[in-house]
């Protein structure tokens, strides 16, 4: 199957596109083929997206929102059927797959509840017989760059406030992943979304990404992604007088006090170390312990993870996945090398499994490095995949010291019982999110989702918060005086 861009409420072939093959990262087997698009193809998508934005605008926020209600009841409707293609295609197991989807449900339903909202303010005025107000007001073309470890959802969190509040979209899915996003475009076919509102463009960062950014129509881009192209698309973008919106890495830790339950600290950092194989932004690649728990909690990790299941995702009883590509192997693999030769010790895992039946996909083992120094590289980066590191501590100020050391801030996460250590780290934290007594991964789709930091430039995904990145304040006042009343004069004088 070659996939086709969806722009303007049709399909298109662009037969002389050349395509690139899209692999089961399990299995090595090729699910369809992708095109590259080019300037051309992004010149058309964001035209359709330019001439729908002015008509979607002033369709009244209530109506759009009922689109959103059909996408959301349409995507559990496909909740299966969605969930086996997106563990194909990406390789997470098919329980995290069916959990993906549904942020995606919940984040149609959450936003196009915003369409009864969108709230305003109003204010009083300075001025008698006056009246001000504050609405939000749609900015235009907006461009979607998405990753593929969470294909479905992360696009869900930027593409549906966007609709709902009158922009029309241009989303380029990661080339990893871009079956999701087809499925999403057959979606928009199904429920009826107005042509030129939601429109899919497949392609490289390189060629499609770049040319979204220099657009001079494209209003807004929000990227979410690495660091290294991350800035690229800031600095382009600003180059240009965009807004842009970056979510960026994390180096991400649980804090595990000498007063933690052991037991749920361990099934929190197993959870959110090794699910989606370490694949995540809020993935935990750092235990930051109190040294006097350091050797019961090691004990207890390693037992917890020789009971973790590595295969091909559908399969239930399968716990940790491939990771996406060779590439990604390799990278995982060259950091576990950097950790040796640093003098960190391997405690557990350390190798990509290449034996039968792991040959032709892309499987790396559950892997902890202790007696980590904060300053090695593999405490510092970002390595996205099943690898974390221990550095042990002597205190709570030690531990909150070392989590902010790093030039991320997306997520942490604490594990004590002294309700008073909890307060102190929810306040010095200097992350986005924080967990006290869970994981470092999990965030639901109604509250702000972002980092400090490197780890983005000040804007939030999902919640309310994602509202302030697709739309414009505008203040309105309403002179029913009768008479010109003059602000900022001295009314003394
Ligand atoms: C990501 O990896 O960029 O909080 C998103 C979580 C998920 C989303 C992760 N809800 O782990």
Redesign the pocket.
């Known amino acids: 199957m070659k996939l086709q861009n969806f722009i303007d409420g049709k399909w298109i072939a662009n037969e002389d596109l050349q395509t690139i093959p899209v692999i089961n990262p399990a299995d090595g087997e090729q699910l369809a083929e992708v095109p590259l698009s080019t300037k051309d193809q992004v010149d058309e998508a964001v035209a359709a997206a330019k001439s729908a934005q002015k008509k979607w605008a002033l369709v009244p926020a209530p109506r759009r929102a009922e689109y959103l209600y059909e996408i959301g009841f349409k995507l559990k409707e496909k909740k299966e059927y969605l969930a086996q293609i997106l563990t194909k295609e990406m390789g997470k197991v098919i329980e995290e797959a069916r ?2 989807v549904q ?1 995606g449900i919940d984040m149609a339903l959450y936003m196009a509840g915003e369409g009864r909202r969108l709230f305003g303010e109003t204010t009083p005025s300075e001025l008698a017989d006056k009246f001000a107000m504050s609405v939000r007001a749609p900015v235009g073309v907006v461009s979607l760059i998405t ?1 593929w ?2 294909p479905i ?2 696009a869900t969190w930027k593409a549906f406030p966007a609709i709902v509040a009158g922009n029309t979209v241009v989303w380029k899915p990661s080339i990893e992943t871009p079956l999701m996003a087809y499925e999403m475009a057959k979606i928009f076919e199904e429920v009826g979304l107005p042509k030129g509102v939601a429109n899919v463009v497949f392609g490289t960062g390189t060629s499609v990404g770049t040319e979204m950014v220099k657009h001079p129509d494209v209003k807004i881009i929000s990227f ?1 992604g690495s660091n290294e192209t991350g800035s690229k698309v800031a600095e382009l973008g600003g180059k240009h007088l965009k807004k842009v919106s970056l ?1 960026m890495g ?1 180096k991400n830790a649980v804090i595990v006090m000498d007063d933690a339950n052991l037991q749920l600290a361990v099934e929190g950092i197993v959870w ?1 170390a090794f ?2 194989a370490g ?5 935990c690649s750092r235990i930051i312990v109190h040294k006097d728990v350091k050797d019961e909690l090691e004990e207890m990790l390693v037992e917890a993870i020789s009971k973790l299941t590595i295969g091909n995702g559908l399969d239930p009883t399968i716990k940790i996945g491939p990771v996406i590509n060779r590439s990604a192997l390799e990278k995982i693999q060259h950091y576990v090398d950097i950790g040796k030769s640093e003098g960190a010790t391997l405690l557990v895992g350390g190798r990509a499994l290449t034996a039968p039946p792991f040959d032709k996909g892309f499987y790396f083992e559950p892997t902890i490095f202790t007696d980590v120094k904060n300053d090695m590289t593999i405490a510092q980066e970002e390595i996205f995949g099943p690898v974390v590191s221990i550095i042990s501590v002597d205190s709570l100020e030690e531990a909150i010291e070392v989590n902010n050391s790093v030039k991320f801030g997306l ?1 942490s996460s604490i594990f004590s019982q002294d309700i008073n250590k909890l307060f102190i780290a929810q306040r010095d934290l200097d992350t986005g ?1 924080v967990y006290i007594n869970a994981g ?6 109604h509250l702000p ?1 972002g980092g400090t930091k490197g780890t983005g430039n000040g804007h939030r995904d999902s919640g309310q918060a994602a509202l302030d990145v697709y739309t414009e304040w505008k203040s309105i006042y309403v002179d029913y005086s009768g008479k010109l009343q003059r602000a900022q004069i001295d009314i003394e004088n």
């Not at 694949?279 to 993935?283: D, I, K, V």
């Not at 470092?440 to 789709?445: D, F, H, K, L, S």
């Open positions: 959990g993906e942020e990753p470890n969470f959802a992360i979410t979510e994390g959110s699910g989606t694949q995540r932004c809020t993935a997520s999110i470092t991964t999990g965030a639901e789709i989702f």
